[in-house]
């Protein structure tokens, strides 16, 4: 302290200059600093007002979508409906598609009368046809409301729906009367495109018609359709485009009426005839190539070695599966590839796709209906069997998918022209069974002439319940059930009137809801076990839901 004294004493113009400097500094500093806070005001006020401007927006938004913006409406399915149609006749032809693209399944039929519905006021002179005619019609699934209807044909032979591009677009391909290929948008019910043709005489179109891959190079999948006269079987393939036949009209000889299936084992693609007593295969590359007479290099024309090998090339039979009495010929997914169920009039045999070699079979006799593919355990694929077993009478057997063991049977009585079952997918992973005829009860040994038609409903869950879900006395042309919705909405429709050749009458077609049948439905036991209440067992499967499989 004593030095700084005297230094000031000493220098004290210094002591002033310095005290001077550090005064200007301070300022400065200050000067900094409430700039500074000035800056970080100003900033915290944007920060603040952009703040509350995204908050109001936010609030404009949430205010739009909830207030003034409609939410799409989710279209209300009725569980019932019917339409009728007077002094007409049904066609069994019954496709389940998204028509006006609603989430909603819709059904398209088909109908011979003079007159459509009084929704179009359409009759059969609008299309230069002679009346009646054949008219295709689209109805709503959620009410049965008449989305679309045409005149068609003269006649109606075959009418097949859900085809992804038939002139660009999903649609309808009809074979009709005089002979033509007509394809019909499936939304609109327009016609995309139509083509003549012809079959020859006593001609019959094999079915269903098949979607091969496009081979003529137009970006949009072709057709191939076989028609048998006597032992030939023409085959005609089409552009899905436009309908023009590809290359000449084909020719392959079979030993009687025969009937055909198409496997794609691999990248390849085979047609499998089968009579009476033989079993016939072409690849599609040798059938496009008589057609056409060119050999190309297409994805889908290439040739399975293994296959090749089992074929005589000479008759064209496939050597290890020409057994004989060949009744039904079904594809069976498996693993890798799909396999084939052989039916004969003894015995049912899997097939392997890759090697030809028999996976097991089943003794199971007169099987009188296409099998139909089921789960009755969990995620394991089993095959619905059904076999004649006596006059008026059938016997329902679903047989496991890999190993051929029956797992469940039914003996029901039933009538001629009975539909076949139908199976729906559950939520746990297994089916539910529909199946027509009618149960007889242990003990009870009288049998009417003309069995009733019922429509029986079996869940693996109970393997000793059937639920009597309706009693029908009509003739019935046709019957499908589907989910109606993804994951929910189970319903069967019916297609009932008389058909063609006979008098004209009253056409219904009627849509209902599973879940309204089974809270009336009458429970019948298969044993004498009864496990639970019969009003317990129709509330758990009134509750049951189901699952759509991709």
Known sequence: MDNKDSEAEIHPLKTEDVKAQENHENSVERRIIIKQSSQLSRLSRWRTAAFFVSLFLCLIIVFAFSFIIPCPERPVSERTWLRN?????AYPFLAIEDVNEDKVQDV?????ASNGSSSFNSSCLDEGLPSPCAFITAVSGTNGRVLWERPAATELEWMQCGIKQLGGTPGCLLVGQPVSLTAVDQQTGEVQWKQSDDFGANYTVLTPLSVIPDVDGDGVQDLIIFIATGDKIKT??????NGKQIGSTGSLDVDGEARYVMLSPGSSHYFLFYTANSLYAYSLKDLYSAATGMEIKLPGLEQ????????DHTTHRLTPLSTGDIRYLAKIPGRSRENILVVSSEMAMLISAQNLQTLWTLNVSHVMSEPLLGYYKPDVLDVVLESEIGPNRKKVMIVEGGSGAVQWDLKLNSR????RPATLSTADHRSTFLIWGEYQVAGNE????????KLYLFHPSYTNVLLELRNSTDQIIAFNATLFERSRHACYVLLRGPQPGEEPGLVSLMKRK???DVSESRVIWLSQVAVDSEQYIRDRLYRMRFHSRA
């Open 85 to 89: 149609y007077d002094s007409a006749v």
């Open 416 to 419: 001629a022209k009975s539909p």
């Open 108 to 112: 398209i039929f088909a109908f011979k």
């Open 236 to 241: 005609f393939i089409h552009s899905g485009k």
């Open 304 to 311: 399975d070695p293994q296959w090749e090998k089992n074929i």
């Open 514 to 516: 599973l879940k309204e």
């Open 446 to 453: 009288t049998m009417s002439a003309a069995p009733l038609q």
